[in-house]
């Protein structure tokens, strides 16, 4: 099979809240667009050609590419000297477009200012915990990719963007592809169990795969 996963980045910002656990950025694309239409997902997109750097390396690009795509879809302008590598998707699902996301969390700068959603960019831009997101979809008021799922769960561990950071440099980022396993009679969708995600598989009928 040939590699057709096209590069992409995506920036999870984090932002500390005196009591109560950080608020994450969170967009809802249109429902018009051919990839997790209507899903909310953390800000980001493919990786483009301005994005290289001197250094010809893929993680670099990643972190130009994800803080652009933050600036361009909330208006958020993020340093690109806070990113923290968090993991690798690279999903091997039979559709149309397969992406290779680097994940990356940031510390929310001082005084952001208002979110600005940009029309055709995503359809709003709001700060919720992973766990009121996590709530939403489980109540059917949002819906979110397998990928999504995994990382709000992830998240949903931490009390501050410190100790999120302290977590994602313990462990060592490597690509994820979940793949199909039948068990109990069921068949789900799993992924590895040693990269700190405390829920590693879905049953396969209800993954929302895009």
Same mark, same amino acid.
């Given at each position: 099979?040939?590699?057709?996963?096209?590069?992409?980045?995506?920036?999870?910002?984090?932002?500390?809240?005196?009591?109560?656990?950080?608020?994450?950025?969170?967009?809802?694309?249109?429902?018009?667009?051919?990839?997790?239409?209507?899903?909310?997902?953390?800000?980001?997109?493919?990786?483009?050609?301005?994005?290289?750097?001197?250094? &010809?390396?893929?993680?670099? /690009? /990643?972190?130009?590419?994800?803080?652009?795509?933050?600036?361009?879809?909330? &208006?958020?302008?993020?340093?690109?000297?806070?990113?923290?590598?968090?993991?690798?998707? %690279?999903?091997?699902?039979?559709?149309?477009?397969?992406?290779?996301?680097?994940?990356?969390?940031?510390?929310?700068?001082?005084?952001?200012?208002?979110?600005?959603?940009?029309?055709?960019?995503?359809?709003?831009?709001?700060?919720?915990?992973?766990?009121?997101?996590? /709530?939403?979809?489980?109540? &059917?008021?949002?819906?979110?990719?397998?990928?999504?799922?995994?990382?709000?769960?992830?998240?949903?561990?931490? &009390?501050?963007? /410190?100790?999120?950071?302290?977590?994602?440099?313990?462990?060592?980022?490597?690509?994820?592809?979940?793949?199909?396993?039948?068990?109990?009679?069921?068949?789900?969708? %799993?992924?590895?169990?040693?990269?700190?995600?405390?829920?590693? %598989?879905? %049953?396969?009928?209800?993954?929302?795969?895009?």
């Amino acid at each position: 099979m040939t590699d057709d996963a096209i590069p992409a980045a995506t920036l999870v910002v984090m932002r500390d809240t005196a009591a109560g656990p950080p608020a994450l950025l969170m967009v809802e694309r249109p429902r018009t667009m051919a990839f997790a239409a209507g899903a909310m997902v953390f800000p980001g997109g493919r990786i483009d050609a301005e994005d290289w750097t001197d250094s &010809g390396a893929l993680s670099d /690009a /990643a972190q130009v590419a994800a803080v652009r795509e933050t600036r361009e879809e909330t &208006g958020l302008e993020v340093a690109p000297d806070t990113l923290v590598p968090f993991a690798r998707w %690279r999903p091997n699902f039979h559709h149309h477009r397969r992406f290779d996301t680097f994940f990356f969390l940031a510390p929310c700068p001082p005084d952001p200012g208002p979110l600005q959603p940009q029309p055709g960019e995503c359809e709003r831009a709001e700060w919720l915990a992973a766990g009121e997101v996590l /709530a939403q979809i489980g109540r &059917g008021e949002a819906s979110a990719i397998f990928p999504t799922l995994r990382n709000l769960e992830r998240l949903a561990q931490f &009390g501050s963007f /410190a100790e999120a950071a302290a977590h994602a440099r313990s462990i060592p980022v490597e690509t994820i592809t979940p793949w199909i396993e039948e068990a109990d009679g069921e068949r789900w969708l %799993r992924i590895p169990e040693h990269l700190g995600y405390p829920v590693t %598989r879905e %049953r396969l009928e209800s993954a929302m795969r895009a």
